[in-house]
């Protein structure tokens, strides 16, 4: 499974990035997808995840200001990202792996508890 993000940056608080994900169509059409991020000292959460059915869950920081979607055509998962806080601040990681239905949570669809599969992780800065 090859996962390739792309899109992000810095921006001012307020602001808005987009972070796109390039997968195999077997990876997009089979699997739960999802965004994480990472800020230094703490641990790996989930932003916003997509079930193959369409069903979108997002963390309750970024609901609202979030959009996760997914583009049939290009097998490519988005993440548009308003309102930018600096404490969105951090690496992105985009991830795919089985989780069906309410599996996809962001509660449930851990590292922890499901295999997933990593993009390499790409960094966004917003300041203040």
């Known amino acids: 499974v090859k996962l390739v993000e792309s899109g992000g940056g810095s921006v001012q608080a307020g602001g808005s990035l987009r972070l796109s994900c390039a997968a195999s169509?077997?990876?997009?059409?089979?699997?739960?997808m999802g965004w994480f991020r990472q800020s230094p000292g703490k641990g790996r959460e989930g932003v916003a995840h997509i079930a193959t059915d369409g069903r979108t869950f997002y963390a309750d920081s970024v609901q609202g200001r979030f959009t996760i979607s997914k583009d049939n055509t290009k097998n490519t998962l988005y993440l548009q990202m308003n309102n930018l806080d600096p404490e969105d601040s951090g690496m992105y990681y985009c991830?795919?792996?089985?989780?069906?239905?309410?599996?996809?949570?962001?509660?449930?669809?851990?590292?922890?508890?499901?295999?997933?599969?990593w993009g390499q992780g790409i960094q966004v800065t917003v300041s203040s």
């Open positions: 169509e077997y990876t997009y059409s089979s699997y739960c």
């Open positions: 991830a795919a792996g089985p989780g069906a239905n309410d599996g996809c949570s962001i509660t449930r669809w851990v590292p922890r508890s499901v295999p997933l599969f």
